[in-house]
């Protein structure tokens, strides 16, 4: 009997006071929370030394170096240039203007360069912007930029800036287009960005208070891509939520009991999205990066506050909404509807099913070489990293200052590799680490008298390199350094410095996407089978989607390489597009299979599969173009590694939506048969399985006339 002819269920009046309570509750959480979006800048850590482990060799050099310093500093490098020779009102200007040694001229005399020391336990960007303020009114003819460490750091800072505003009101204002566009209705679309801020709040205040605590590690690019998840994740439980309630509205004329029945029907696979989403992100805790491991928490943090708005507050405000949420194309209770009448509304999506039905084996077998063919070009992929000059997608006052460096100075200068080791192996590693290709000056951190310094048994020395502290042929001299002094016996030497941080990060990142890819995969593929109650169909989603990622990667590669022309890309980049696009993408295989797997139960296989690609197939595809259109604001964010990532991740999820769960997933689904639900007992006896033809048309029984699906 269909929920259509039953009579409305006899409720107490009181029914909207439990909505009425969560929307306060939640009222009085984003108001609380909500002030924290804006503070999370004041807790996150641009340090790059900070997000390496404490057992990274430039991590335990930086830390016995320390005890050389008299203070904490991190050296900013003011450079001027001009078209003819240096004056003297140029050196005197750079001296008069910054605080520190005396200014340097070039051999070729046409440039000068002054090391500023700046108070690492400062706000580093604040003091640098005023430094840069100061330096304004050079000379005429003379060109002046502030470059080194402190430098990029201002630059970094400055370029994170925006994701407090602009970030959030580029994905906001994108995710309520495509909301006005899908739902034709002034009143829904709001509604839904409503409960994705809510989440984002809640989110924010306790991301901010264990970032605080120092209990979870906190930068810019976490902060970023968890509010891009935030609201991604959000309006696609939306989505699927709201979708559903619009069907149970037209079966049931209470719209309480419509909200019930669409819960029941949407939970599991929203819950299951989220737990997959969580426990990928989650295995960001195995990286050594505390950037990466600080990552995990802080995006499973997001996706669950995702998912409790969307299943708590979301509900709530429809629910007492009504149908007007849906004003002015409002469902309208239909007596003697049911599942074939809602099939019947999707014109589209129920051709999209009739045409997959008929040519099921064609269909896979094209998709899967159109992704192979793309999925060979993956190791074209370059991510062995890039200077962190190059980072910048602008031009930045600190990648000119670089550039002028290099043509003038040893590009080192300023920022010099360190060597600790023991005092009796001075001269050895002096002598060991001058003589590497690269460097250009090693000498010994002395004190008065042009002594040697030397701690608890220990002297540092500093190499000056010919090449930017920044670059991958820096990081190459390092490697060299690192042979050679270790090389000096019972010297225990320990090399660090800027250069030497870059080089042990991008090498963690690289062993972090060794373990932590298979982890995710087996973690997301163990989800699947505890989901879908089976092996064969986990087992095919998996490889579908690891292929897609393939594909995105091949695809990558040829723009990055050869259309945008970056330099490169951080060994994390694949990482980070991996954990999101597997969990992420099989968010839309978990939607359609699992209501593959309620038809199954009614109709069969076939039958099953072309009637849920028929319902999921719009609410699908507006959730992968949302997350696509959320991921790619990203790229506003003038960073390298972002804009990479932004691209990967909708590029992704975007071929995931439309290629991989609308055409190979059903085709491949319908081919197996019933098998795909191995070992359940649906992979032996499904109901109708002797009853269909491959001209199915979804949602209809067989009539006894000919036997047809029609």
């Not at 090391?115 to 060109?143: C, F, H, M, Q, Y």
């Not at 407090?164 to 002034?186: C, E, K, Q, T």
């Not at 295989?589 to 009614?602: A, P």
């Amino acid at each position: 009997m269909s929920t259509a002819t039953a009579p409305p269920r006899k409720t107490g009046r009181w029914r909207w006071l439990l909505p009425a309570l969560l929307l306060i509750a939640w009222l009085v959480a984003a108001g609380g929370g909500g002030p924290f979006a804006g503070k999370l800048s004041e807790v996150a850590s641009t340090d790059a030394s900070s997000f390496l482990p404490a057992s990274a060799e430039s991590t335990r050099a930086d830390e016995l170096y320390a005890q050389f310093n008299s203070s904490e500093f991190i050296p900013a490098i003011v450079v001027a240039e001009r078209d003819g020779a240096i004056t003297p009102e140029d050196i005197e200007f750079i001296a008069s203007e910054s605080a520190g040694p005396p200014p340097i001229p070039s051999e070729d005399g046409s440039a000068v360069q002054m090391i500023v020391p700046i108070d690492a336990s400062g706000e580093v960007g604040d003091a640098v912007e005023e430094l840069r303020t100061a330096l304004e009114n050079a000379p005429e003819g003379l060109t002046v930029h502030v470059t080194g460490p402190a430098g990029q750091a201002a630059d970094l800072s400055s370029a994170f800036g925006g994701i407090d505003g602009l970030l959030l009101l580029v994905a906001g204002g994108v995710v309520l287009v495509i909301l006005v566009v899908v739902y034709r209705s002034p009143i829904l679309p709001f509604v839904v960005i409503i409960s994705a801020v809510f989440a984002l709040a809640l989110a924010s205040l306790v991301v901010y208070q264990l970032a605080n605590a120092d209990i979870i590690a906190l930068n810019g690019q976490s902060q970023g891509i968890m509010f891009i998840l935030v609201f991604g994740a959000a309006t696609d439980y939306a989505l699927l939520l709201v979708s559903r309630y619009r069907e149970e509205l037209r079966m049931e004329q209470d719209k309480y009991t419509a909200m019930r029945a669409a819960l029941r029907g949407s939970i599991e696979p929203i819950a299951a999205s989220a737990g997959t989403v969580i426990l990928g992100v989650l295995c960001l805790l195995l990286s050594d990066l505390n950037s990466n491991r600080g990552l995990g928490p802080v995006a499973a943090i997001g996706i669950a506050a995702s998912f409790l708005a969307s299943v708590t507050f979301l509900p709530a405000a429809l629910v007492l909404l009504g149908r007007t949420a849906f004003w002015p194309t409002r469902p309208k209770y239909e007596p003697g509807t049911d599942q074939d009448d809602i099939d019947s509304g999707h014109r589209f999506w129920g051709r999209v099913a009739r045409w997959v039905g008929s040519k099921p084996r064609p269909i896979w077998i094209v998709c899967t070489l159109v992704l192979v063919a793309f999925g060979i070009l993956a190791p074209q992929f370059k991510a062995s990293g890039v200077a962190s000059s190059d980072v910048f997608l602008l031009q930045t006052d600190s990648k000119s200052g670089q550039e002028v460096l290099g043509e003038h100075f040893d590009a080192g200068t300023g920022s010099p590799t360190i060597v600790v080791a023991r005092e009796s192996s001075l001269d050895a590693i002096v002598d060991a680490t001058a003589g590497v290709e690269g460097v250009t000056e090693a000498r010994p951190v002395t004190g008065p008298g042009d002594v040697p310094v030397v701690i608890d048994g220990l002297v540092a020395v500093q190499a000056t390199l010919s090449d930017p502290a920044d670059s991958l042929a820096a990081e190459q001299t390092v490697e060299r350094i690192r042979d050679v002094t270790h090389a000096v016996p019972e010297a225990d030497a320990l090399v660090g410095g800027p250069t030497a941080v870059d080089l042990d990060t991008k090498d963690t990142a690289t062993r972090d996407r060794t373990l932590i890819i298979p982890v995710v995969t087996l973690v997301v593929l163990l989800v699947l089978i505890v989901l879908l109650r089976a092996v064969v169909a986990p087992i095919l989603l998996m490889l579908t989607v690891i292929l897609s990622f393939a594909a995105t990667l091949g695809v990558s590669s040829l723009l990055f390489n050869h259309v945008f022309g970056f330099p490169g890309a951080d060994p994390v980049v694949p990482l980070f597009g991996f954990v999101f696009l597997v969990a992420l993408g099989i968010d839309y295989n978990i939607f359609l299979m699992t209501r593959v797997r309620e038809e199954t139960k009614k109709v069969g296989t076939r039958q099953g599969v072309l009637r849920a690609l028929t319902v999921t197939g719009g609410v699908i595809t507006s959730a992968g173009v949302v997350l696509a259109a959320t991921f790619s604001a990203l790229a506003v964010i003038p960073l390298l590694f972002l804009a990479q990532l932004a691209f990967i991740v909708a590029f992704g999820v975007l071929l995931d939506a439309l290629l991989v769960r609308a055409l190979l997933v059903p085709a491949l689904s319908i081919d197996i048969g019933k098998k795909i639900w191995w070992p359940s007992a649906l992979s032996r006896i499904e109901p109708d399985e002797h009853a269909t033809t491959d001209d199915d048309t979804p949602g209809v029984t067989p009539t006894p006339e000919s036997g047809r699906i029609r």
